[in-house]
């Protein structure tokens, strides 16, 4: 049996906005020693941005974070185009599916059975349940990435929700947490980082109102740009270490991988950012 993408993963990948994933940064990072290059946003379902960076690099994992089910209805075209670039950079690729958010897509209707339908036409159409995860925040949608794919990758969450996402998983399944992080030890300059890539869109968004409501936070820690005490769960900061323990606080809490999302104040010197990052995580 071909190895699959979601057995390289390493301990530590890197979230990305895809279409900022330039290939030079892309070997940049697998030199650095992360495992995995997430694409976030909405990449095409063609893939053409994923075999750019595969094709620039030898042994980097690169997932999707997410295609939108909405933006490339048809699971049986983006099947397709999973064969096509598994078949030129086999055990490389984990294809990540999310039914997105109802304040983006106006289609937005019966999300569940909409995922659930798409995801078998996905298995159906040729991807092999462990190069696939699911966009996974609620119970539900949790337990359907248990039972048909390889697992969840939640985004937005704090150590506290990936330890009761492990226990309505199971010991098995892919469990991949996006964590953000800012390696900033002063806190009101870490905050004036953080905030605004948490405020927008995600303080908008009901499932994520939703999914922090469950971990008991108030609509007060939610609203206006999210409580200091909110935006430090959210976003990790301080020292290198301070910033490597709540990313390894993930780990402890049951996840197979922690997919981190570095904020910053520019993007001039990313590269330098990163291999900092690196170093924090002891790469």
């Given at each position: 049996m071909t190895e699959r993408a979601r057995d390289h993963l390493g301990r530590y990948g890197i979230w990305r906005w895809y279409g900022g994933d330039t290939p030079e940064l892309a070997v940049g990072l697998e030199r650095l020693g992360f495992g995995a290059l997430w694409l976030g946003g909405s990449p095409s379902g063609d893939l053409a941005a994923v075999e750019q960076v595969l094709e620039a690099?030898?042994?980097?994992?690169?997932?999707?974070?997410?295609?939108?089910?909405?933006?490339?209805?048809d699971p049986a075209?983006?099947?397709s185009s999973f064969t096509r670039v598994d078949a030129r950079h086999p055990g490389r690729f984990l294809l990540g599916v999310g039914?997105?958010?109802?304040?983006?897509?106006?289609?937005?209707?019966?999300?569940y059975d909409t995922l659930a339908s798409y995801v078998d036409g996905l298995l159906n159409?040729?991807?092999?349940?462990?190069?696939?995860?699911?966009?996974?925040?609620?119970?539900?949608?949790?337990?359907?990435?248990?039972?048909?794919?390889?697992?969840?990758?939640?985004?937005?969450?704090?150590?506290?929700?990936?330890?009761?996402?492990?226990?309505?998983l199971g010991a098995g399944p892919l469990l991949a947490p996006e964590q953000k992080a800012v390696l900033e030890s002063d806190p009101d300059k870490a905050r004036a980082i953080g905030r605004p890539?948490?405020?927008?869109?995600?303080l908008g968004v009901v499932n994520y109102r939703s999914n922090l409501a469950r971990?008991?936070?108030?609509?007060?820690?939610?609203?206006?740009?999210?409580?200091?005490?909110?935006?430090?769960?959210?976003?990790?900061?301080?020292?290198?270490?301070?910033?490597?323990a709540r990313v390894n606080a993930h780990l402890a809490a049951g996840a197979d991988h922690v997919c981190v999302q570095l904020l910053t104040e520019t993007n001039d010197h990313m590269l330098d950012?990163?291999?900092?990052?690196?170093?924090?995580?002891?790469l």
């Open positions: 690099t030898s042994t980097l994992t690169v997932a999707t974070g997410i295609v939108n089910v909405w933006q490339d209805p075209k983006v099947a039914i997105g958010h109802p304040e983006v897509a106006k289609e937005y209707t019966r999300p159409g040729g991807v092999p349940a462990d190069s696939l995860v699911l966009a996974a925040l609620g119970p539900r949608v949790l337990r359907l990435a248990a039972h048909k794919t390889a697992g969840a990758h939640p985004y937005l969450v704090p150590p506290e929700y990936t330890r009761q996402a492990r226990e309505i890539r948490v405020q927008f869109p995600y971990l008991g936070w108030s609509e007060e820690d939610m609203d206006n740009g999210g409580s200091d005490a909110l935006i430090d769960a959210l976003v990790a900061s301080g020292t290198d270490d301070q910033v490597a950012d990163y291999a900092h990052l690196a170093r924090a995580l002891g």
